[in-house]
């Protein structure tokens, strides 16, 4: 007889071979019909109808009761039947294995998945599984699960350690806003107090005026009262009253002083305002955070691709055609640059134009007449670009980008404009001899870099100016020195000059940490790294290029443009 549960000593008027489990642990004896591969007992007929009824019994194997046997309390030469579920057909059991894509699978599997496999390629579990186990493999499984398992908890630690670390930095980075926030807001409290004090002292000043003058009105009126009572008192002495006559004369004079005084001071302005500083409040509107947030994992992966960068090498060019209609002479190009939009402007010197230029088209398709001899040009906003025109005094002149070119205001200089270049709301203007001006968008001089820390003059003949990506390294292309590297307050870094550069002129990065020099007097473009350091000539005259100018770079197309004197040509240079 054999047993569902454990069973010592039972005893029943009725005895049969087999018991149904679950009845049994209820201290029933019921003869069993069937067995349960899943819940690995024997099953009456009421709980073989119940396996019918709940869903998630339903797909459990249920086998002829005679598959199974028992020994006492337990199992053994039990059939061997799969009872793990499919995670794609529920309730489906994984009873077959695909030899063809060596994996388990059920019978819906089977018919949609592998519709397509050798029907010799497909084996029921059960009936193979002499042929399929294998206990070897079963150990070396087990061994790699383990090791696996261990590896997988050494990385998961690991990046709890990050976890960590990152959460650290980032309460550290938050505290640091924090601070330079009180630091901000300290500066900006101060200049407010600066503000007020201002506004006080100009208060005072006027109201101690306003009270002089009311002390002026007032002593005029009483005296001239006291002239009216004298003129009365001395009636029948016409003497006194011709004396008395000429005081009021006076005073009436000078009553009629203030008056007019007083007259004019009634349509004045109010006489104290105040005007908010318009370019701090567009710079801070402009802001997108007080700091640079630094990824020190995108840091790492842009050192990486900096260090793969070597010199670039021209893949192919092409030539722009600047003619247009109305030049009385050969262009002569000092200074280009990019706009917003992709689009090239290009000075004309000789023929005192601007030009756009389509890159798509790689056309002139737009150009405007300027009133005086255009050198350089910086791009200032999707809007506008700003020009250097030679005259004396200089001038920078700012051009509309929309509809159609056209030129706008002026700044007028005490030196002369060469090369220009915008960053932070600031114009830096070189004079083409010893010197970079640095001034507001309303021409107010904020700066003059000269000479280094020790008093040495930087310039020979100071030409062109570029900023790097992040906008912390200056660039000034130098005639007689080469290339000039500031920071951003304008302390000298360093002066690169190298054989191969000869009369530096045009000036422009990549984006990348790489700088790129004209040598108009060698007919080359040289190009640098940040640290001033030389990569190599990239364009030679060979290239096409003779007395080069100016120098652009279109970082995402990777297209060089070069202007040159007395040309009429643009060369554009693919690179890689």
Not at 49 to 68: A, I, M, Y
Not at 467 to 492: I, P, R, Y
Request: a neutral charge; charged letters at 25%; proline letters at 2%.
């Amino acid at each position: 007889m054999a047993y569902g549960g454990s069973f010592q000593a039972k005893m029943s008027e009725e005895s049969f071979d087999f018991i149904c489990t679950t009845c049994d642990k209820n201290n029933k004896i019921v003869e069993a019909v069937r067995y349960c591969i899943e819940c690995s007992g024997y099953c009456c007929q009421a709980c073989t109808d119940t396996h019918k009824l709940f869903p998630t019994l339903t797909n459990h194997n249920l086998l002829d009761v005679n598959q199974g046997s028992q020994a006492g309390s337990q199992q053994s030469n039990l059939p061997e039947f799969p009872t793990e579920r499919c995670s794609l057909h529920k309730g489906e059991v994984l009873k077959l294995y695909c030899h063809e894509h060596d994996d388990v699978v059920c019978c819906t599997c089977i018919a949609t998945s592998h519709k397509a496999c050798p029907e010799h390629k497909i084996s029921s579990i059960p009936d193979m599984i002499d042929t399929l186990f294998n206990s070897d493999d079963i150990n070396q499984i087990n061994r790699r699960m383990k090791d696996v398992m261990l590896s997988l908890k050494a990385i998961s630690n690991s990046e709890d350690t990050k976890l960590a670390a990152l959460t650290e930095a980032k309460d550290e980075a938050v505290e640091k806003v924090e601070i330079f926030e009180k630091a901000l807001k300290s500066i900006i409290r101060k200049a407010a107090e600066a503000s007020k004090t201002k506004i006080v002292a100009v208060y005072q000043k006027l109201e101690n005026e306003i009270l002089q003058d009311k002390y002026n009105v007032d002593t005029v009126n009483d005296e001239l009262q006291q002239s009216d009572k004298k003129m009365k008192k001395s009636e029948g002495n016409r003497a006194q009253r011709f004396v008395c006559t000429k005081q009021a004369e006076n005073k009436l004079k000078e009553a009629d002083m203030l008056m007019v005084k007083q007259e004019a001071r009634r349509y004045q302005d109010v006489p104290i305002s105040f005007t908010p500083n318009q370019s701090l409040i567009n710079y801070v509107k402009g802001l997108h955070g007080i700091g640079e947030v630094n990824d020190e994992h995108d840091i790492g992966l842009e050192n990486a691709r900096r260090k793969k960068v070597d010199m670039y090498r021209i893949k192919g060019s092409r030539e722009i055609n600047l003619a247009v209609s109305g030049d009385r002479s050969v262009c002569d190009s000092f200074g280009c640059c990019l706009t917003h939009d992709n689009k090239l402007i290009v000075t004309d010197y000789i023929n005192r134009k601007l030009r756009r230029i389509n890159l798509d088209t790689m056309t002139v398709v737009d150009y405007c007449q300027l009133d005086g001899h255009p050198y350089d040009v910086c791009s200032i906003n999707d809007k506008e670009v700003a020009v250097t025109l030679y005259c004396s005094p200089g001038r920078i002149q700012f051009v509309s980008l929309h509809p159609k070119m056209s030129p706008k205001r002026q700044i007028n200089v005490p030196h002369a404009c060469y090369g220009i270049s915008f960053k932070d709301d600031k114009l830096y203007v070189t004079d083409t001899r010893s010197s970079v001006y640095v001034y507001n968008m309303s021409g107010l001089l904020l700066n003059t870099i000269t000479t280094d820390n020790v008093g040495t003059r930087l310039f020979a003949a100071s030409r062109r100016i570029a900023f790097n990506k992040n906008g912390d390294k200056m660039f000034v292309s130098n005639w007689e020195k080469g290339l000039v590297c500031f920071d951003e307050a304008g302390n000298h870094l360093s002066t690169s000059s190298d054989s191969d550069l000869k009369g530096a002129y045009g000036v422009c990065t990549d984006g990348n940490g790489n700088v790129f020099v004209v040598g108009s007097n060698s007919h080359n473009v040289v190009q640098y790294n940040e640290d001033g350091r030389k990569i190599g000539v990239i364009v030679k005259q060979q290239d096409g290029i003779i007395y080069p100018r100016s120098v652009c770079f279109h970082q995402q197309l990777k297209r060089l443009f070069v202007t040159m004197d007395e040309s009429n040509v643009v060369k554009m240079f693919e690179l890689e």
